[in-house]
Structure formats: structure tokens, C-alpha cells
């Protein structure tokens, strides 16, 4: 579409677009977000191998929101775009991959349907991820589009190898002591002193 202008009257060629006549066209997106307005945002790289699935998923919704820069606005969609990587090598704690359920229904009478932690991340880790990371972002209008800046790959390998990535180190997974039974929680000499 050729837009109509006041140049365009006074002898002066039409242009396609607004910016075409002074050389400011926007670069062109990258691979597989094209649907994503990432200009002047920046591409994090995430490797989940070993990292537990909670803990990650609260790190990449603040990252998604923007909340790690100091022009965060809640009404205003400036997350960093982020690739995920070695999602399948993510890890639950405790009994989550027997105990934990993901229920949906296909919406006809007895559609109700139920599968574990453990059938998702074999059938399909990135599932497993975009759910865990999209029910801990805020429930608006804001929520799909910072989903849609979130990449998940199974495997090492990912299509953004042309870009600047920047490798986000995760926090260091916590060590998981076994607990402690009743017959060890037994009183230490100096416990009985009174306290009054």
C-alpha cells in the first residue's frame, strides 16, 4: 500500500512506509519470533539441566516480566526474550514426579483427564515448562504475549545461535538433606534450662 502524502502532491516519489525515506527501517526479527516485538530487547540463554523446575520457572517469569531492569512497569510488556535449553533434564523434588497431577478436560461428560509430572516431561518437556512458567506470570493481557517470548527446547540445540545470546547463570540448586525422624529430634544438654 502506498501511502498518501503531502510529498507526494508537491512532486516528491511516494514511499511504502513512513520510514523509508529517511533509512530508518527497523531491522528485521529474528528467526521463530517474528511475532514479537523485540527491538532493544535482549536474548537470554537458560540451561535447566539439573535446575529444579520450581525455582527456575519463578527466575524466567521475572525475567519475562522485566522485573530485573529498573524501567519495570507493570502495564508495560518489556521482558527479555528467553531460550531455554535441556528441558528435559529438569528435575522435581521429593515425589512431584508421581505425586504432582496436571488435569484437563476435553468438555464432554466424563472427559476429565489427569496425567503425572513424570508422563509430561516424557512426552513433551516443553509443556512441562511453558505451564510451570505461565502460571507463576500475572493473569492479564499481558500474559500471552510474554509467553510468546519464551523459547523451550528440549536437547542443546536451538535456532537462535545467530543471535548475541546472554547466558543467564541460575541460582545454585539447593542440596536436599533427608529429613530427620522423631527419634532423632531428642533434647540437647542445656535444652531444659528454663527460660524465665
Known amino acids: ?16 512506509c513512513p520510514g523509508a525515506a529517511s533509512g530508518t527501517m527497523p531491522p528485521p526479527a529474528p528467526p521463530h519470533v517474528r511475532h514479537v516485538v ?15 523446575l520450581g525455582r527456575l520457572a519463578a527466575q524466567l517469569s521475572h525475567i519475562l516480566q522485566g522485573k530485573d531492569k529498573p524501567t519495570y512497569s507493570p502495564h508495560k510488556d518489556e521482558g527479555d526474550v528467553v531460550v531455554c535449553i ?11 514426579l508421581d505425586g504432582k497431577q496436571y488435569v484437563k478436560h476435553t468438555g464432554y461428560p466424563g472427559g476429565q483427564k489427569w496425567e503425572t509430572a513424570r508422563n509430561m516431561l516424557a512426552r513433551s518437556p516443553e509443556e512441562l515448562m511453558k505451564k510451570a512458567v505461565g502460571r507463576m506470570l500475572p493473569k492479564n493481557k499481558l500474559r500471552l504475549g510474554r509467553l510468546r517470548k519464551l523459547r523451550i527446547y528440549p536437547g542443546a540445540e536451538h535456532p537462535f ?12 540448586p ?13 533434647t540437647r544438654p542445656g535444652d531444659e534450662q528454663e527460660i524465665f
Open 174 to 186: 539447593r542440596e536436599l538433606r533427608p529429613r530427620r525422624n522423631a527419634a532423632e529430634m531428642t
Open 86 to 96: 535441556n528441558a528435559r533434564d529438569v528435575v522435581l523434588t521429593r515425589d512431584k
Open 1 to 16: 500500500r502506498v501511502w498518501a502524502s503531502h510529498g507526494a502532491r508537491e512532486g516528491r516519489a511516494p514511499t511504502s
Open 38 to 52: 523485540s527491538q532493544g530487547l535482549n536474548f537470554r540463554l537458560v540451561d535447566a539441566k539439573g535446575q529444579v
Open 161 to 172: 545461535a545467530a543471535q548475541h545470546l546472554t547466558r543467564l547463570q541460575p541460582e545454585k
